[in-house]
């Protein structure tokens, strides 16, 4: 073994990089056989010096992280602070300056990826980034490595435990969006400002970064449809039950039938019970792939959280030390392909549509009329009357997502039609 | 990209082998771009080569194995003939001429795996596996890389699908075991003679690989406690359900509570409903995986099948060929903890004990003191009499394996206990 350490510089000391450090030092030796060398904690970036962190040497904190990526010394990046900026300069000088880079950073991957591969592959050094998605699951090494043989056509995961927790919590309890998101920040699975999570935002930036890998091509934030979750009700879950459903908020990546585009997408949809993602539970994460070969797997496990995330970020830090001990570099960005990236209106799913019409007769054929008008097929009616109103409950088959909308606005115009009580896609099917 | 391709010889041609060679030739492209150079088919050896075998050339046909890993032009073996030999003298010679290997042969890793690495070692070349254990479920590589920097405490597996499928069946069927394994047979499922597969031989040797790599330390064949699933019966089920669990043949490979040793074994076990493994339908196939930091972590997906087994092949062979361009070689092997093997005795679990005792005052008694003297406590007991005779169940709480057994050769001593109807163990809770 190569007795002269490897030089870690971490970015970051939060509820992620004080895990990191902590196992960097309680697990030396087991990172030291598993790599050929030792590893080193040469300095940690941070925001409030003055903070005490348990095991770490006072004489390696630092506030100045600019001039820690550029010492020159420093063997590999460890970049946990998130956001965009300054994540990206530094990762970027760390590149300039000989580092590989180690980053959790899903929101700088989604949003600039192609540019940090670029800055990586100009410098002949590693970008690695499991911890960017779904925590601790091996998601980012099976897509990259182990499939790297095969055709994945779609990809449908719960990428964030935040909302799944409020889901599930809604799915068992019968509570309703508020009070469940309540719980969910009292327990600490959501922020105080739980924006990026339930509007999907969190979601979204996964969904980018896994259809680039799953199908080799550029997939930005931007390119990925967006809905979020605050708006699922108690009545939602019960038509999901009687549909044999449940609800999840899914990421979604597809490669069209003709293979010549792909689509990414979040929104909460329903999804069979019978189907694996159906009972995942509380705050766990699971992403299942579909590839030509290898058919059906999946990934389970807790998606976020400072140990499971640090847990993903070692793995990374082990498998780029080693490169740098072979001088040898992992697999680069793989976006050859170059598939372009559809619309919503160009996905092909399902819809449930709950309806409030009037209880007379001639409103089904009306509303059945719509649908047919606009080229989509009903599957199945569920009709409930009382008191002159009534409830109608529609189940379409497949049909492009602009044909669904469109059918929902000319719905809308129906003076038979009250409202549409809510609208949803249905998955996994 | 480099132009002169990378050379691959393959050493079989059945289910699995055609299926390597028919992505080779389809997605020769994608595979070029993902490796950075072509891949080209240099030679196929087969034992009938009369056979027609649609779109492999018949030039690159051969009987001669050995002539073909001894050319010396080619870059990657890969081996999906099975078995001890001729596959390990193949092997040894494809390292001695060059090549880096690629095998799915389970058998041989479990065997003499050691001796494998030090071959590949010694030549500079990359040994890779991923399709040896559960197909195309992407779990040698996750473990091996991903968790390179956590500590892995349990394994626990559904790795045979075969007899997933039979215990699936007995399960939602109420079938017995002789009616499912017909059925199994007649869709495929089962071999002619099902040995390895019931009596698991071939979870067991999966599970010495699984516990190698998990535990860095060397695992064999012979470490691993072996129980088959043939004798599990409809009458264990239903107590299974009484119990809210159902029944899977499980590898489990555990590190000790002191952290000193480990131990792997294969044997059917009671597992709550609950429990993620125990949706594992049909001949699915999945792993649940303890580590300190990551938290508990599910890969499932085809555990078989000639299209799974090919798409693992082919993402160890993208990577052994990225390897090579890159004149470096992955991970070899880690067995720096040379943790030893505990004996089953050894093995703290929990078991579910079905007797049938002579109906009369003090036989509970008289039992209760037998676990008491040899240390094991009692869970629960569920006691129903009918003329004369009367069932006992037991659930014990966890106890080391060798306390459990010799308890219950000691309970088949006793006069009023008629005999011993099932013993099995508890896992997963």
Known sequence: MRTRPLKVALLGCGVVGSEVARIMTTHADDLAARIGAPVELAGVAVRRPSKVREGIPQELITTDATALVKRGDIDVVVEVIGGIEPARTLITTAFEHGASVVSANKALLAEDGAALYAAAEEHGRD????????????????????????????????????????????????????????????????????????????????????????????????????????????????????????IKLLAICERAADGGSVTARVHPAMIPLSHPLASVRGAYNAVFVEADAAGQLMFYGPGAGGSPTASAVLGDLVAVCRNRLNDATGPGESAYTQLPVSPMGDVVTRYHISLDVADKPGVLAQVATVFAEHGVSIDTVRQQGKDGEASLVVVTHRAPDAALSGTVEALRKLDTVRGVASIMRVEGE
């Open 127 to 246: 970008l690695y980034y499991e911890a960017a998605v779904a925590g601790a699951i091996p998601l980012i090494r099976p897509l990259r490595e182990s499939l790297a043989g095969d055709k994945v056509n779609r990809v449908l995961g719960i990428v964030n435990g935040t909302t799944n927790f409020i889901l599930d919590k809604m799915d068992t309890s019968g509570a309703g969006y508020s009070e469940a998101l309540d719980e969910a920040t009292a327990l600490g699975y959501a922020e105080a400002d739980p924006t990026a999570d339930v509007e999907g935002f969190d979601a979204a930036a996964k969904a980018a970064i896994l259809a680039g890998i799953a199908f080799h091509t550029r997939v930005r934030l931007d390119d990925v449809y967006r809905e979020g979750m605050t708006e699922v009700t108690a009545a939602d879950f019960a038509s999901a039950r009687r549909m044999g459903c449940t």
